[in-house]
């Protein structure tokens, strides 16, 4: 089984975050980025030969690839990046997750390959694809379709399949409105039936036998959309089935659900384990330094390496790589991202010449609710809460998005700043 990552379009929704990189490329745990998840995935399933496709601001998520992501000659793996191309049959960039693959076939026909994982590269959990290749042969399907039982409520925001009593999907229906929802319920489990979870929505994770993608992909030569397009014109023709999947999972396509999924990771035994020893996420190997405390409070937080703490208060909380924090600082309920760099260092000695010269929180500062990007050089005495609530607010040097405050990648804010 080949897998194809496709790396998301434009990120608007997770504004400023996207703002310099691609979804994939944003810093997850501290010192993760969202693309570990589904390549580490990956390659715990036993999967090694991975294409990502990049359009949007891909720099950033190339160069994490380059650097974290090499195999030996024995396991004949591989993670290669295709990004948009113009070539004699397509002058366009990908229009949608359908034309991204069909661009990108070209180069994943080369290798031989029974069946073609398709993945999302800004989801949060834990699978192995090689239980849902199982499920996904023992079925006969032609393409099979991860779904995870959804409230009602939540119903409307995702593409709700209904199933047979064998998983054979027979109805799909995209984004259906509240009001539609009455008979588009499935059969689940006791305990998902308890919570009231019987509507099955797609993940957007699918497997297809491999000659069967590329004659949909041919059929439907102008559909653009694996979700909208190509997977209802397929039930039509072809045994399509689906995965049940139970675990922690998260769509992070939103401000508030990447805050959320990070701040659910400091929790006492949250729903996604990053200690799983039969499932490790990897990354770009660094080789930092470890973090040094010096009489702080921390209560519930992920410190990331190479951090350098004073004597604050830090709960509920984030805190990346190279990260400095000073004396007397409070954070609550907030992200901080790190830096690509030390403060200490020289600016000849730095390998990156963009950001300020010494990045981190000094003395004095409360910080709450916030979400402070890479390389963010945060001055004394500054308040950062939205104080006045706003659900929405661009100033200078932040902007609030669903009540969070976000401080972008490189930004600087001076001594004595409240927002």
């Known amino acids: 089984m080949i897998s194809i990552i496709l790396g998301g379009g434009a990120g608007s929704r997770l504004f400023p975050l996207t703002h310099l990189r691609s979804k994939p490329a944003v810093p997850l745990a501290g010192k993760y980025r969202l693309i570990d998840i589904p390549i580490s995935n990956c390659i715990n399933s036993g999967v090694n030969q991975i294409f990502v496709l990049t359009q949007f601001n891909s720099a950033s998520l190339n160069r994490h690839i380059s650097q974290a992501y090499h195999f030996d000659r024995f396991r004949h ?94 109805e799909f229906y995209e984004k259906p409105a509240a009001d539609q929802l009455g008979d588009k319920q499935s059969q689940v489990s006791d305990e998902m039936q308890s919570q009231g979870r019987t509507f099955l929505a797609s993940m957007g994770i699918y497997i297809f036998s491999a000659g069967v993608l590329q004659e949909l992909l041919k059929t439907y030569e102008h559909a653009h959309d694996f979700g909208k397009q190509i997977i209802p014109s397929a039930m039509k023709t072809h045994r399509v089935a689906s995965y049940p999947f139970e675990g922690y999972w998260s769509d992070i396509g939103t401000v508030r659900s990447f805050y959320d999924a990070n701040l659910m990771l400091t929790g006492q035994n949250p729903a996604f384990d990053m200690y799983d020893p039969q499932m490790p996420i990897y ?137």
């Open 77 to 170: 793996g591989f993670v290669n990046i295709l990004a948009a191309e113009q070539t004699p049959d397509s002058k366009e960039w990908f229009q949608g997750t359908a034309d991204a693959v069909r661009q990108s076939m070209l180069h994943v026909q080369q290798y031989r390959s029974e069946h073609v994982l398709i993945l999302s590269g800004d989801q949060l959990y834990t699978m192995d694809y090689r239980k849902m290749l199982k499920r996904h042969n023992k079925s006969g399907a032609d393409i099979t379709i991860a779904s995870i039982p959804v409230n009602a409520a939540d119903a409307p925001g995702f593409g709700i399949l209904k199933t047979d009593s064998d998983g054979i999907i027979t």
């Open 283 to 419: 990354t770009n190997a660094r080789m930092l330094q470890p973090a040094k405390i010096n009489s702080a409070d921390i209560d519930h937080a992920i410190i990331g390496e190479a951090s350098v703490i004073g004597k604050s208060t830090i709960t509920n909380s984030v805190i990346g790589i190279r990260s400095f924090i000073g004396d007397n600082v409070v954070i609550k309920d907030s992200i901080m991202m790190g830096a690509d760099y030390f403060r200490w260092h020289n600016l000849e000695d730095r390998e990156t010449v963009e950001g300020p010269e010494r990045p981190g929180i000094e003395d004095g500062t409360v910080i709450k609710r916030a979400i402070i990007d890479r390389n963010v050089s945060i001055g004394k005495n500054c308040v950062i809460t939205n104080a006045d609530g706003h659900d929405y607010k661009d100033g200078p040097n932040y902007h609030i998005r669903d009540g969070i405050v976000v401080v972008p990648k490189n930004a600087t804010i001076p001594d004595g700043t409240v927002i």
